[in-house]
């Protein structure tokens, strides 16, 4: 492990008047400029600096006209998925997109129809709600379930939307925000039920590279039984703190898949990539691979910290270990108070700022990003027990 790395996460680069939506925004999100914002799914970390040479290096050229996609950028990736996840791509099927989710809402316009119903299962990531609804669609829920072990796909619920006529199935792997990586067999299982009723699955990967030890993640395509019916989308984003980027990618393994989204794309003038998030990603999965063991080493110290401090000092808050990425699922529900007094203890009483369940279709649930410097945590955790021990006392 490199500990220069690992000591370099415990550093906070100030990011207040850097135009961040997580920082700079806060008065609007939270109605005070001075909560300590974990909300926002980003890191407080800087960019791994071989990205930051490469873009500086693309940036010397000067030369910043229109550009093709770089097969490069695209070699790189598929490089990265099976020396990553034993995942083999053809180059010739994945394509540059944008960000995910304006490929997430082409996809859909791509694969259904105005009026169809999408299945999307919640708590799920805001946005999954609004592209459905953007595409001219209807979210049908198929919820998770949760059982003592954490959180399930309900596999019975699935079927019985589909037999309600869903056609399309919006589905997060690894799942934010519980944080669930998917067991191959659970993929089989919800497989089997879209094939049975020819359900189109798009399969959101943009966690998939921030898995804790013990989890592997499984890409839906690399299931032959996928091929014929899903295109799954997957970044450098999240993965190396690059959101800003747009640097993303869309997988297909059937060209009868592909070629619908393109056209979409075409149609939605979805296209052209910026040279920054193409040299970007190819300095990202060509040499950044120790940069993210580091993170993920630093990320665990964190993940298992909030734990450990839920545990001990707010034991009503119900939450699971999330076996990828940085963000904690905690659910409050036993303080029996309604999210807005939940949210007026957080802000007004802990100067806490972080994401309400109702955004992701379960109330009663916050979500909190512990993707920071461990004195931040520690102070968001203090701040999220004085909230708790205040809300006691809050109608
Ligand atoms: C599941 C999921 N998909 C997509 C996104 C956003 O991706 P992009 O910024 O590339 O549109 C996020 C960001 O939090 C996410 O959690």
Same mark, same amino acid.
């Given at each position: 492990?490199?500990?220069?790395?690992?000591?370099?996460?415990?550093?906070?680069?100030?990011?207040?008047?850097?135009?961040?939506?997580?920082?700079?925004?806060?008065?609007?999100?939270? &109605?005070? !400029?001075? *909560?300590?914002?974990?909300? %926002?799914?980003?890191?407080?970390?800087? $960019?791994? /600096?071989?990205?930051?040479?490469?873009?500086?290096?693309?940036?010397?050229?000067?030369?910043?006209?229109?550009?093709?996609?770089?097969?490069?950028?695209?070699?790189?990736?598929?490089?990265?998925?099976?020396?990553?996840?034993?995942?083999?791509?053809?180059?010739?099927?994945?394509?540059?997109?944008?960000?995910?989710?304006?490929?997430?809402?082409?996809?859909?316009?791509?694969?259904?129809?105005? &009026?169809? !119903?999408? *299945?999307?299962?919640?708590? %799920?990531?805001?946005?999954?709600?609004? $592209?459905? /609804?953007?595409?001219?669609?209807?979210?049908?829920?198929?919820?998770?379930?949760?059982?003592?072990?954490?959180?399930?796909?309900?596999?019975?619920?699935?079927?019985?939307?589909?037999?309600?006529?869903?056609?399309?199935?919006?589905?997060?792997?690894?799942?934010?925000?519980?944080?669930?990586?998917?067991?191959?067999?659970?993929?089989e299982k919800m497989l089997k039920v879209c094939e049975a009723y020819d359900v189109k699955i798009i399969s959101d990967e943009i966690h998939s590279d921030l898995i804790y030890e013990g989890?592997?993640?499984?890409?839906?395509?690399?299931?032959?039984?996928?091929?014929?019916?899903?295109?799954?989308?997957?970044?450098?984003?999240?993965?190396?703190?690059?959101?800003?980027?747009?640097?993303?990618?869309?997988?297909?393994?059937?060209?009868?898949?592909?070629?619908?989204?393109?056209?979409?794309?075409?149609?939605?003038?979805?296209?052209?990539?910026?040279?920054?998030?193409?040299?970007?990603?190819?300095?990202?999965?060509?040499?950044?691979?120790?940069?993210?063991?580091?993170?993920?080493?630093?990320?665990?110290?964190?993940?298992?910290?909030?734990?450990?401090?839920?545990?001990?000092?707010?034991?009503?808050?119900?939450?699971?270990?999330?076996?990828?990425?940085?963000?904690?699922?905690?659910?409050?529900?036993?303080?029996?108070?309604?999210?807005?007094?939940?949210?007026?203890?957080?802000?007004?009483?802990?100067?806490?700022?972080?994401?309400?369940?109702?955004?992701?279709?379960?109330?009663?649930?916050?979500?909190?990003?512990?993707?920071?410097?461990?004195?931040?945590?520690?102070?968001?955790?203090?701040?999220?027990?004085?909230?708790?021990?205040?809300?006691?006392?809050?109608?």
């Amino acid at each position: 492990m490199d500990m220069d790395l690992m000591e370099s996460f415990d550093l906070l680069v100030p990011r207040e008047g850097t135009n961040s939506i997580k920082w700079d925004n806060r008065k609007k999100a939270f &109605g005070r !400029s001075g *909560v300590l914002p974990m909300g %926002v799914a980003d890191m407080d970390f800087p $960019a791994p /600096k071989p990205i930051i040479d490469a873009i500086k290096k693309r940036a010397d050229t000067g030369l910043l006209g229109y550009e093709m996609e770089d097969p490069a950028s695209l070699r790189a990736a598929a490089s990265w998925q099976k020396r990553r996840n034993d995942f083999d791509v053809d180059v010739e099927l994945m394509r540059g997109v944008p960000s995910v989710m304006p490929g997430v809402l082409a996809a859909l316009m791509a694969l259904g129809n105005p &009026g169809d !119903s999408v *299945v999307i299962q919640p708590p %799920v990531y805001p946005h999954f709600y609004r $592209a459905v /609804k953007d595409a001219g669609m209807k979210v049908m829920e198929n919820p998770l379930l949760e059982t003592e072990d954490g959180f399930v796909m309900d596999y019975e619920d699935l079927e019985a939307c589909f037999k309600k006529g869903a056609k399309l199935l919006l589905f997060c792997s690894p799942h934010n925000p519980t944080g669930r990586v998917w067991k191959r067999e659970e993929l089989e299982k919800m497989l089997k039920v879209c094939e049975a009723y020819d359900v189109k699955i798009i399969s959101d990967e943009i966690h998939s590279d921030l898995i804790y030890e013990g989890h592997r993640h499984v890409p839906l395509l690399s299931l032959p039984d996928a091929h014929a019916r899903a295109l799954s989308f997957h970044a450098i984003s999240k993965t190396f703190n690059v959101p800003s980027l747009h640097q993303s990618y869309v997988i297909a393994k059937d060209e009868r898949m592909l070629a619908p989204f393109e056209k979409m794309q075409q149609r939605l003038h979805l296209y052209g990539l910026s040279p920054f998030g193409q040299v970007a990603q190819i300095a990202a999965y060509e040499e950044c691979e120790p940069w993210l063991d580091a993170l993920m080493a630093y990320l665990t110290r964190n993940r298992d910290r909030a734990m450990k401090f839920l545990e001990g000092h707010l034991p009503r808050i119900k939450a699971y270990t999330p076996e990828s990425t940085y963000l904690l699922w905690m659910d409050m529900s036993k303080y029996n108070k309604d999210e807005k007094t939940m949210v007026k203890a957080l802000v007004r009483e802990g100067n806490l700022g972080i994401m309400k369940g109702s955004e992701f279709g379960r109330e009663g649930g916050f979500r909190m990003n512990f993707g920071c410097p461990a004195f931040l945590l520690n102070d968001g955790l203090k701040r999220l027990e004085t909230a708790m021990k205040a809300l006691r006392h809050m109608d």
